[in-house]
């Protein structure tokens, strides 16, 4: 029998995004500062594979929008029923696109529901400047950092966020 923490239906998938879609997610970070964005992700997805196709900006609704976000309830329900949701996005304006404690912590209300989860941060604004340019990627064309997390089940209800690299096509 294999165990709940052995079950890995996406390992390691590579995930592939487009430059425009990239640059829509950019766009809509910069937009929105100094707030944090948020938006779905919809695509394509198997085992070895995560296709990012299109990207849809959602209102943050979250009481403190410069230090979380929330996904409107009205938005966020659409995009749960549209069979191509395959994950979400948000910005960390002045920190590096790592997973907060508070990130981690709300995994399990939704870690179920798709496995992809972005973090995009302006490597010009904020106070993460030095350490965000000595992380960015040769590929990057700009100051905008983006990080692609797996969303797995470790244990029942449990989630965590496992790196993947992104490729950009």
């Known amino acids: 029998m294999t165990r709940l ?3 890995k239906p996406y390992q390691t998938p590579t995930i592939l995004l487009p430059m425009s879609v990239r640059d829509e997610i ?3 970070t910069y937009d929105r500062l100094p707030r944090e964005a948020c938006g779905a ?3 394509a997805r198997n085992p070895e594979l995560i296709v990012v196709e299109n990207y849809r900006p959602l209102t943050n609704a979250a009481e403190n929008p410069d230090h979380a976000f929330l996904l409107k309830p009205e938005e966020w329900v659409k995009c749960c029923f549209t069979p191509n949701f395959i994950g979400i996005y ?4 002045t920190t590096l696109p790592e997973p907060s404690a508070t990130d981690l912590e709300d995994l399990p209300r939704f870690g179920s529901l798709f496995p992809l989860y972005m973090i995009g941060s302006p490597v010009s604004f904020g106070d993460g400047k030095a350490a965000a340019q000595a992380k960015k990627p040769p590929d ?4 905008f950092l983006l990080n692609a997390y797996f969303i797995e089940e470790t244990e029942r209800l449990k ?3 496992s790196k993947i690299m992104i490729t950009f096509c």
């Open 159 to 161: 989630y965590d966020l």
């Open 5 to 7: 923490a052995d079950r």
């Open 140 to 143: 990057d064309p700009d100051d």
């Open 41 to 43: 992700l919809f695509g």
């Open 26 to 28: 950019a766009a809509d």
């Open 90 to 93: 948000h910005s960390h304006p």
